[in-house]
């Protein structure tokens, strides 16, 4: 199959203009997208794949392996190359832009009032109504991919190793390629080597983050020091948030002694509530060491790698279905990823429905979306109301 042209020949016969169809989808979601990259990739799978009916759930997929097989954030990451399908290399950059800017202006605003009052605004009762939504989306999305993905009783197995392993604290990059290795090896065994010289391209794609760990910088603050700092970061990060913590703390908190551990903890938490890409933590952490010039480089910083990187990988996608060696091992990194969306969804459950009130919310979506083909955003605003309005009874 070839990623870009089949989903290419779909987008043609669509009556409305392809770049504002990107624009509008992607503002949208930068919007609603609460609930972290599990969350997000539902959302989008929802919106590209079932309603817009941009691309298959199997071309979705692709694009979801090829997004967690570089650094960066996944589901921005799945944003770029949904609308570089959608409408091009203008797409490309509109659709990560618009993705990313409704929580980098959230989060400033945030951060204002954190520097202004010290301490962050009380609006975690909203949450309690949107989380148990979200996990409702999530399974209905991984239930849908996961029949599309899970061909056959090889994949089954490894998507459920994925998930197992995942729990078990094994890293999740290992995790991914664990599973495209595996799924190579048991389809493609006498013949696995042929592919191994091609292979070798995608691992370039990280050569990048190689040299980016060469970057330094003295104890004091400058807007060029900050900038490359969330560069390297955006280069060689994969992985959920807590791994991004554990780079952030690295070099803002013991390296460069600009930031103290809660106000690095504070600037995470802003990341989780806020919508959009938990990455935006780095708008939050920008803002508190630079002002406004600050959290735009910081911003700029952390997300301009993952366009770059998508811009190098999706001419290589058609290429990677259309060999049998190649398409294994992407069927394989397809099923290990909704492994590990299934395991976050697991431990996001614990978290999100813990009384009866949030269990009540996440049955009543999931019915919702088993009956209707409703506009998830409603769902989102229906969370939201929820949580006020137990906050109000309360």
């Given at each position: 199959m070839n990623v870009a042209g089949d989903a290419a020949d779909e987008t043609t016969d669509k009556s409305s203009p392809p770049l504002r169809d990107v624009a509008t989808l992607f503002l949208k979601l930068g919007v609603i997208s609460f609930g972290g990259p599990a969350a997000h990739i539902a959302l989008m799978r929802e919106e590209a794949v079932r309603r817009r009916k941009w691309v298959s759930d199997e071309q979705?997929?692709?694009?979801?392996?090829?997004?967690?097989?570089?650094?960066?954030?996944?589901?921005?990451?799945?944003?770029?190359?949904?609308?570089?399908?959608?409408?091009?290399?203008?797409?490309?950059?509109?659709?990560?832009?618009?993705?990313?800017?409704p929580a980098m202006l959230m989060t400033l605003g945030v951060a204002w009032a954190y520097v202004r009052y010290g301490s962050l605004p009380q609006a975690l009762w909203i949450l309690g109504g949107i989380k148990p939504v979200m996990i409702a989306i999530i399974v209905m999305a991984l239930w849908g991919l996961c029949k599309s993905a899970a061909k056959d009783v090889l994949l089954g197995t490894i998507g459920l190793a994925a998930l197992a392993l995942y729990l078990f604290r094994?890293?999740?990059i290992l995790v991914l390629f664990g599973g495209g290795v595996m799924a190579l090896l048991a389809r493609q065994a006498p013949r696995w080597w042929r592919a191994a010289g091609?292979?070798?391209?995608?691992?370039?794609?990280?050569?990048?983050?190689?040299?980016?760990?060469?970057?330094?910088?003295?104890?004091?603050?400058?807007?060029?020091?900050?900038?490359?700092?969330?560069?390297?970061?955006?280069?060689?990060?994969?992985?959920?948030?807590?791994?991004?913590?554990?780079?952030?703390?690295t070099d803002f908190v013991d390296r460069l002694h600009w930031l103290t551990d809660q106000q690095l903890i504070d600037a995470v938490a802003v990341g989780q509530f806020t919508p959009g890409p938990v990455f935006t933590t780095a708008t939050f952490i920008g803002y508190l060491v630079g002002g406004t010039p600050g959290a735009v480089a910081a911003t700029v910083g952390i997300f301009l790698p993952s366009f770059v990187f998508v811009a190098i990988a999706y001419p290589f996608l058609g290429w990677l279905r259309r060999?049998?060696?190649?398409?294994?091992?992407?069927?394989?990194?397809?099923?290990?990823?909704?492994?590990?969306?299934?395991?976050?969804?697991?431990?996001?459950?614990?978290?999100?429905?813990?009384?009866?009130?949030?269990?009540?919310?996440?049955?009543?979506?999931?019915?919702?979306?088993?009956?209707?083909?409703?506009?998830?955003?409603?769902?989102?605003?229906?969370?939201?109301?929820?949580?006020?309005?137990?906050?109000?009874?309360?």
């Open positions: 979705f997929l692709d694009l979801l392996g090829a997004s967690n097989l570089i650094p960066g954030p996944t589901a921005t990451e799945l944003a770029i190359y949904l609308g570089y399908v959608r409408s091009g290399w203008r797409g490309l950059v509109l659709g990560g832009a618009l993705f990313v800017l094994f890293s999740p091609k292979a070798l391209v995608l691992v370039g794609l990280g050569a990048p983050s190689v040299a980016a760990q060469a970057v330094g910088s003295p104890a004091g603050y400058g807007l060029g020091i900050l900038f490359l700092n969330f560069v390297k970061i955006g280069c060689v990060v994969y992985g959920s948030g807590y791994v991004l913590l554990s780079f952030l703390r060999s049998a060696a190649t398409g294994a091992l992407l069927d394989g990194v397809n099923v290990a990823a909704l492994g590990l969306m299934a395991a976050v969804s697991w431990e996001l459950g614990r978290t999100a429905i813990i009384d009866w009130f949030s269990a009540a919310l996440a049955v009543v979506t999931l019915a919702v979306l088993l009956r209707y083909k409703i506009n998830s955003a409603w769902l989102v605003a229906g969370g939201a109301l929820a949580g006020v309005g137990r906050h109000l009874l309360n």
